[in-house]
T-cell receptor, first 113, second 112 residues
Framework: DTAVSQTPKYLVTQMGNDKSIKCEQNLGHDTMYWYKQDSKKFLKIMFSYNNKELIINETVPNRFSPKSPDKAHLNLHINSLELGDSAVYFC????????????FGPGTRLLVL | AQSVTQLGSHVSVSEGALVLLRCNYSSSVPPYLFWYVQYPNQGLQLLLKYTSAATLVKGINGFEAEFKKSETSFHLTKPSAHMSDAAEYFCAVSATGNQFYFGTGTSLTVIP
């Protein structure tokens, strides 16, 4: 069974559209994350979230918003997509925020045209 | 605040040669340190981690790393490179419990 799964794997869309990426983890972890990896492979954390606290990287535009229907899911909504949003987005989870090993999903490759 | 610096964005080694990927960290408190590997078109996978126990940490696929507090380093090594080791490697640090900080990554090429 896949520990952390993401859908879709690929997403191609037009500028200005709104899209969502879904993430599910079956590890029973309390904390989930979203990362953005740019074309140079640089990883930037966007959000970390558990049932108590959402921590937002202040550099993330407010067009991006995480939504968690339950502890096992953390979806990423993106409004008014821009060309610069093209990247690979990774979801991850850990038992405890920060100190424990993070388990990553396979990534969603977003291309904005 | 914590941070990591990976020296060398690209490293090439011959098959069978020693692999050495460098990572230096900055942390005001005792850190947890991690090495992750990313194979092409895949997510990140944990290679090994240091959590203040033994300073020499052994991971998967024959990799190991040594925590050296005096040098603030956590370099990743493997005695003999294999073609399947070609990937992107990321060092990461966590200390406060709030966030991971990843390095900029090192791309390893293995030459046959």
């Amino acid at each position: 069974d896949t520990a952390v799964s993401q859908t879709p794997k690929y997403l191609v869309t037009q500028m200005g559209n709104d899209k969502s990426i879904k993430c599910e983890q079956n590890l029973g972890h309390d904390t989930m994350y979203w990362y953005k990896q740019d074309s140079k492979k640089f990883l930037k954390i966007m959000f970390s979230y558990n049932n108590k606290e959402l921590i937002i990287n202040e550099t993330v535009p407010n067009r991006f918003s995480p939504k968690s229907p339950d502890k096992a899911h953390l979806n990423l909504h993106i409004n008014s997509l821009e060309l610069g949003d093209s990247a690979v987005y990774f979801c991850a989870s850990s038992q405890v925020r920060g100190l424990e090993t993070q388990y990553f999903g396979p990534g969603t490759r977003l291309l904005v045209l | 605040a914590q941070s990591v610096t990976q020296l060398g964005s690209h490293v090439s080694v011959s098959e069978g040669a020693l692999v050495l990927l460098r990572c230096n960290y900055s942390s005001s408190v005792p850190p947890y340190l991690f090495w992750y590997v990313q194979y092409p078109n895949q997510g990140l996978q944990l290679l090994l981690k240091y959590t203040s126990a033994a300073t020499l940490v052994k991971g998967i696929n024959g990799f190991e790393a040594e925590f050296k507090k005096s040098e603030t380093s956590f370099h990743l090594t493997k005695p003999s490179a294999h073609m399947s080791d070609a990937a992107e490697y990321f060092c990461a640090v966590s200390a406060t419990g709030n966030q991971f900080y990843f390095g900029t990554g090192t791309s390893l090429t293995v030459i046959p």
